[in-house]
């Protein structure tokens, strides 16, 4: 088969799909790329959801969403390359989410929250204020929404940062064959469970940290596999797109055939297939498109922030009509505003040195 190969990992050989991963960082640039463009495909698709678009092309736009596996695989990566290059105590690598994640991500709730007060743009409480600023809405569906529905998103980040350092240590304590078939193994448990308890369609049971653990550790094996000179990457761009029609196909089916249990189960196809796809991107598009996605690489935290707030202003003063060229002016807005809010933020914390 064409998707599947050898990784040479020391003492033991795993058969994973190389070619999707190998070549995931094959130079840097495309981790910048990788990033900007899944947080691009993600913000299209919740742009596109207000719409309201008639099947089959609101189905196929959810495709955009699965961006989402490929953002914390790029979160795993990058956490553990960096740790292993800088060896952080905890006290210090808190000190840098708190500064550079935390901060921004409240800030952009405090002034959701604050427009709110005036313009009913989103549904607001101390309550759901609080969930926030506390983190305690990863453990309340009915605010685990709030300000942004997006911002789900944070919780599942911000439990990651908590174990981080758990994950260090199993790293160091088991063979990295051993490390990434115990994430998916627990994965697939949490799944079962959930699917199991019937709680498949709330967002703190399908979004809990431990349903994307292995995608999570998948990425903190390959910065190993990196740092330790073992990867390799010899695959052309026509084994990417095969192997992503063939994964993303068998996502698609998965979650139109089994509904909310089927999507529980299909995100090692959403990612493999997704992945695939963005790399052939990568390979085969203009340099100009590449150089467009690796800069808005550069900001696209920010930019999944504020989305939501510009959508969500837009559509309140249009009334809830809207049309497909104000949602290619929110685009744009979007992408400005968070563009300079990056380049604001950062200054701030190097003047002060947050």
């Not at 922030?305 to 837009?314: F, K, R």
């Amino acid at each position: 088969m064409p998707c599947l190969n050898i990784w040479n990992t020391g003492s033991k050989n795993i058969f994973y799909p190389s070619h999707i991963i190998g070549s995931l960082i094959q130079r840097f640039e495309i981790i910048t790329f990788l990033r900007g463009y899944s947080i691009f495909t993600i913000v299209v698709f919740h742009l596109l959801q207000a719409l309201k678009l008639d099947e089959p092309w609101n189905a196929l736009i959810q495709f955009g969403g699965t961006g989402v596996h490929l953002f914390f695989l790029l979160s795993g990566f990058g956490l553990f390359y960096s740790y292993l290059n800088r060896q952080p105590k905890p006290a210090t690598f808190y000190r840098h989410k708190f500064s550079r994640i935390y901060l921004p991500y409240i800030i952009v709730v405090l002034i959701s929250a604050l427009i709110a007060l005036f313009w009913p743009v989103f549904e607001g409480s101390w309550y759901a204020l609080g969930g926030h600023i506390f983190l305690y809405k990863m453990f309340d569906e009915r605010i685990i929404g709030s300000y942004g529905y997006q911002l789900w998103f944070m919780s599942t980040l911000f439990q990651f940062y908590l174990v981080f350092y758990i994950l260090v240590a199993l790293e160091k304590y088991l063979s990295k064959a051993w490390f990434l078939s115990f994430s998916v193994f627990i994965s697939l448990t949490w799944a079962m469970l959930v699917w199991w308890l019937g709680k498949e369609d709330l967002r703190i049971w399908n979004s809990f940290f431990l349903h994307y653990i292995w995608e999570f550790v998948l990425g903190m094996v390959m910065a190993g596999w990196l740092q330790e000179g073992k990867m390799k990457q010899n695959f052309k761009s026509g084994h990417f797109l095969l192997t992503g029609v063939i994964f993303c196909v068998s996502y698609a089916w998965m979650g139109m055939k089994g509904g909310a249990s089927g999507q529980l189960f299909n995100d090692y196809f959403a990612l493999l297939g997704y992945s695939s796809i963005a790399i052939f991107l990568y390979k085969v598009l203009p340099k100009s498109f590449v150089k467009g996605m690796v800069w808005m690489g550069g900001f696209s935290f920010a930019l999944y922030l504020w989305h939501m707030l510009i959508l969500e202003i837009v559509k309140y003063t249009q009334g809830n009509e809207v049309q497909l060229y104000q949602m290619a002016l929110v685009l744009i807005i979007s992408v400005m505003v968070s563009y300079f809010y990056n380049k604001w933020f950062t200054r701030i914390i190097q003047k002060y040195r947050i």
